[in-house]
């Protein structure tokens, strides 16, 4: 008897748990009815992408109302008073009213009214009497200033802080102190082997097989499209058959990419050994400005094409290289920004640019490839 109620029990409390199992099984986590997506069609019409989008244009009248603004504010700046209370205060004041140029004994001193300017090592800046433009450059750095906190941004006072940069090499130079030099040669050399200029884009890839049939697609012309590699070698080839024949003779620069893949090769180690001593012995202001334009762009062979280009350092060869040479071309600012910046320039032509960024980037290499070129170059 009490077997059978024990199994009668038994059996039902299992009815009882896989009932359960089965309610748990089919309650839903939530009660809202799902909506399947609307598929859109796709264009049936192929054809190039849309032409990229252009830049509102500028006004004259804008111009004038942004500069009009500029001086509002340096005149904002000029009255300000600072609170004892409140150090910091005392930044957002611009504590100069005048900036001249004078020229001393050593060479030229930017001064902020009586006062002149110096370096993060409290130096007095002193700059070379043959290096005039520099000074008046710099002068029109600081009128330019609206608080005295803005002198301690590099990007408000770029030439200032690379004539401060010339003359730290040339202070540590003097005392036999190669740390600076090495230092900044070491950097330098770390982009030799990625080099802007050296990184070519592989002769077939998908992209550029998608480029060239959206150009087929167009107007047919004669003459193939051009790829980004064909852009990129031919750009190359003048700097590096220069440099190869005048900076560095006889050693062998091979581009930084190999086929099918995307990790670079090292240079040849005699490359590496000529590039490092011919860096090394550069004076402290071509250091500098070789510093400088390698950081812009990326590229050694960029910036040392500019350098030569520009720096009085070489001004009899230059005499020479026009004279003895039919095929030489002089090099300007503008053909270093487009050497370096020839990828973002071909994706731009094809998709667009994008606003704040692309025009932005574009303005500021020609800033910093032309203070390199004025701190080398010999003017006034």
């Known amino acids: 008897m009490n077997r059978a109620v024990r199994s009668?029990?038994?059996?039902?409390?299992?009815?009882?748990?896989?009932?359960?199992?089965?309610?748990?099984?089919?309650?839903?986590?939530h009660w809202t009815t799902s909506n399947a997506a609307t598929p859109l069609p796709l264009p049936t019409q192929p054809g190039p992408p849309p032409?990229?989008?252009?830049?509102?244009?500028?006004?004259?009248?804008?111009?004038?109302a942004?500069?009009?603004?500029?001086?509002?504010?340096?005149?904002?700046?000029?009255?300000?008073?600072?609170?004892?209370?409140?150090?910091?205060?005392?930044?957002?004041?611009r504590f100069w009213k005048n900036v001249s140029v004078k020229n001393t004994s050593e060479g030229y001193q930017i001064m902020l009214d009586t006062r002149p300017v110096r370096t993060s090592s409290?130096?007095?800046?002193?700059?070379?009497?043959?290096?005039?433009?520099?000074?008046?450059?710099?002068?029109?750095?600081?009128?330019?200033?609206?608080?005295?906190?803005q002198a301690l941004k590099q990007q408000y006072v770029p030439l200032?802080?690379?004539?401060?940069?010339?003359?730290?090499?040339?202070?540590?130079?003097?005392?036999?102190?190669s740390s600076v030099r090495d230092s900044a040669v070491q950097l330098i050399?770390?982009?030799?082997?990625?080099?802007?200029l050296l990184c070519w884009a592989p002769e077939k890839d998908a992209q550029s097989d998608t480029v060239q049939r959206i150009e087929a697609s167009g107007p047919q012309t004669s003459s193939p499209p051009t790829s980004l590699r064909d852009i990129q070698i031919r750009t190359a080839q003048p700097i590096l058959s220069f440099l190869t024949t005048y900076i560095w003779p006889g050693v062998d620069i091979h581009p930084s990419l190999s086929d099918n893949s995307i990790f670079p090769s090292p240079q040849p180690e005699m490359t590496i050994h000529v590039?490092?001593?011919?860096?090394?012995g550069l004076p402290a202001y071509e250091l500098a400005a070789l510093e400088r334009g390698v950081l812009a762009s990326k590229s050694i062979c960029v910036a040392t094409r500019i350098l030569v280009e520009w720096s009085q350092e070489y001004a009899d060869l230059r005499a020479n290289w026009g004279s003895n040479s039919e095929s030489y071309q002089p090099?300007?600012?503008?053909?270093?920004?487009?050497?370096?910046?020839?990828?973002?320039?071909?994706?731009?032509?094809?998709?667009?640019?994008?606003?704040?960024t692309h025009d932005v980037d574009f303005q500021d290499l020609r800033r910093q490839l032309g203070s390199a070129v004025l701190l080398v170059h010999s003017g006034g």
């Not at 509102?56 to 111009?63: I, L, R, V």
């Not at 942004?66 to 004041?93: V, W």
């Not at 800046?125 to 200033?145: M, N, Y």
């Not at 401060?164 to 130079?173: G, N």
């Open 8 to 29: 009668s029990i038994s059996c039902s409390a299992k009815e009882a748990l896989a009932r359960h199992s089965q309610s748990c099984r089919r309650r839903e986590l």
């Open 51 to 64: 032409k990229p989008p252009l830049p509102s244009a500028s006004f004259q009248g804008e111009q004038v």
């Open 66 to 93: 942004r500069k009009k603004g500029q001086a509002e504010l340096r005149e904002l700046g000029k009255q300000l008073k600072a609170n004892p209370a409140k150090p910091s205060t005392a930044l957002r004041k």
């Open 122 to 149: 409290k130096r007095i800046l002193t700059i070379p009497h043959e290096k005039h433009d520099l000074a008046v450059a710099v002068a029109i750095e600081w009128d330019h200033l609206v608080t005295a906190q």
């Open 160 to 177: 200032t802080s690379l004539t401060s940069r010339a003359l730290d090499i040339a202070e540590a130079d003097a005392k036999n102190d």
């Open 189 to 196: 050399l770390g982009y030799l082997n990625t080099d802007t």
């Open 275 to 280: 590039i490092r001593g011919w860096v090394s």
């Open 331 to 356: 090099f300007s600012i503008e053909d270093a920004a487009e050497a370096c910046n020839l990828e973002v320039s071909w994706q731009t032509r094809m998709w667009g640019e994008v606003e704040d």
